[in-house]
């Protein structure tokens, strides 16, 4: 039997339905639903500022992870948004190139803004190389040039005519560390590619004007580090936000997540409007010879009851029954889903993070059967033929150190199926096919659309 030291008792498949819910990767209600068909482009703003942005390191993977979470969404509604510059591609949280509102493009980099300068004048190879450069002078020179788009490669040059001894790729680097500095399109657009489409970065500033919801010296003070109230407030605000869209969560979470330390002050802030849940604590590898630790389990071979954490919470926020029926879900690539969290098993199961991040840090399309992750997905385009195919590969991803019998672990009780062995079930697998087909539609518009599901 379990604790509940901090409040009722929330297990892993309670943890799951309220991700997928407040991701919305789970019908909504009408009340809750957003725009549809031809202004599902209004709701993109509105998606992309709920999920506080999506990871586009990769230029296209917030495509299909807005068309996981909007009906009717097509390449073209995310392409308008870019043009109209109500969304931009800019490093933000973790210092990772996110796709984020105009709003909040200034605050979300003002956060990563104290961590990447510390790295500047850290012992790397970019801190070395900068160790005799003023980095002021260094942000004002760059912001002055950056009034145009620029390369990377040319803003290197750029620099390199005030500081001739240093090498152009690290005055660039240090720029961007520096400066809230956003990716123009073409950049980003579905489909871009050859000349034109090179990253050419300008600044927040030039590009979008100057933020509009708070004022330049406050987010200055958060970017510097120079006010611990600014910071503090500006914290608070963001640990709300991550409740709304990824609760309930712990401390670590939201400091995994955001990239941000010593958060515990900001959700102390927040306790007087939050409510408290105990949850299970971070699964433990069994040790060789011992029993799978079943849902909850804190440390291997433990014994008792399993200890509980304490999980924060929004009062308002959904929160469905573990036992909800849910769809087939095809997440992207990056997907904040299932990188967002410090105990991960609400979403991956038994699978290991390592089977989804790879060591050079790519991150794979998932395939959700009811909640977990139960494969990967891959598509391809080939328009070389007469007629262009495009196609989807399914791929089952059972949990590390399992033999191919279904058999699971950590959140997975111990004989269950596991949701890999389900991509068998022809009901499953429809659903999954139906999905890659809707994909391959938006994706592709007239290829010869084929998904195959590997057994």
């Excluded at 720029?175 to 927040?204: D, E, I, M, S």
């Excluded at 919801?213 to 406050?218: C, I, L, M, Y």
């Excluded at 590898?285 to 929004?314: C, H, I, K, N, Q």
Aim: glycine share 10%; proline share 9%.
């Amino acid at each position: 039997m379990s604790d509940d030291r901090y409040g009722p008792w929330l297990d892993h498949d309670a943890l799951n339905r309220a991700l997928l819910a407040r991701q919305h990767l789970v019908p909504r209600r009408p009340a809750d639903a957003g725009p549809t068909g031809s202004d599902a482009s209004a709701g993109v703003v509105a998606e992309v500022g709920h999920l506080v942005g999506l990871q586009s390191q990769v230029p296209s993977s917030p495509y299909p992870g807005l068309w996981s979470r909007l009906p009717g969404f097509t390449t073209d509604d995310l392409g308008a948004r870019l043009l109209d510059r109500s969304v931009v591609r800019i490093a933000t949280l973790r210092g990772t190139v996110h796709l984020v509102t105009a709003d909040d493009a200034f605050e979300l980099a003002a956060h990563a803004r104290p961590a990447l300068a510390a790295y500047l004048r850290a012992k790397n190879q970019h801190g070395d190389a900068l160790r005799h450069v003023d980095l002021d002078e260094l942000e004002q020179v760059a912001a002055d040039l950056l009034a145009e788009p620029l390369t990377s490669v040319a803003l290197g040059r750029r620099l390199a005519e005030r500081w001739p001894e240093v090498d152009p790729k690290h005055l660039a680097y240090g720029a961007r560390c520096l400066l809230p500095l956003v990716q123009v399109p073409p950049r980003g657009l579905w489909g871009a590619n050859g000349p034109g489409t090179t990253t050419t970065w300008t600044t927040a500033h030039a590009w979008l004007g100057g933020p509009t919801h708070r004022s330049a010296d406050e987010l200055d003070a958060v970017a510097t580090a120079s006010d611990p109230d600014a910071v503090l407030a500006a914290r608070v605000r963001l640990v709300r936000r991550y409740l709304a869209a990824f609760g309930p969560v712990t401390v670590a979470d939201v400091q995994r997540w955001s990239g941000l330390t010593r958060l515990r002050p900001a959700v102390e802030a927040l306790r007087p409007e939050l409510v408290t849940f105990t949850g299970p604590g971070r699964p433990a590898t069994a040790r060789p010879g011992a029993s799978r630790p079943g849902p909850g389990s804190t440390a291997a071979g433990s014994t008792g009851a399993p200890r509980g954490v304490e999980l924060f919470d929004r009062p308002d926020a959904p929160r469905p029954p573990g036992d909800e029926p849910v769809p087939v879900v095809l997440a992207a690539d990056f997907d904040n889903l299932v990188l967002s969290h410090d105990d991960r098993t609400r979403v991956l199961g038994g699978v290991a993070v390592k089977q989804v991040v790879s060591i050079n840090g790519q991150v794979a399309a998932t395939v959700l059967v009811d909640g977990r992750v139960a494969g990967t997905w891959t598509w391809t385009l080939d328009a070389r033929a007469d007629e262009a195919a495009a196609r989807v590969e399914v791929r089952p991803l059972l949990p590390a150190g399992t033999e191919a019998d279904g058999a699971g672990s950590g959140a997975v009780p111990v004989g269950a199926a596991h949701p890999a062995a389900r991509l068998a079930d022809p009901e499953i697998r429809d659903e999954v096919v139906a999905r890659a087909e809707d994909w391959l539609r938006v994706a592709a518009p007239g290829a010869r659309p084929s998904v195959v599901v590997h057994a």
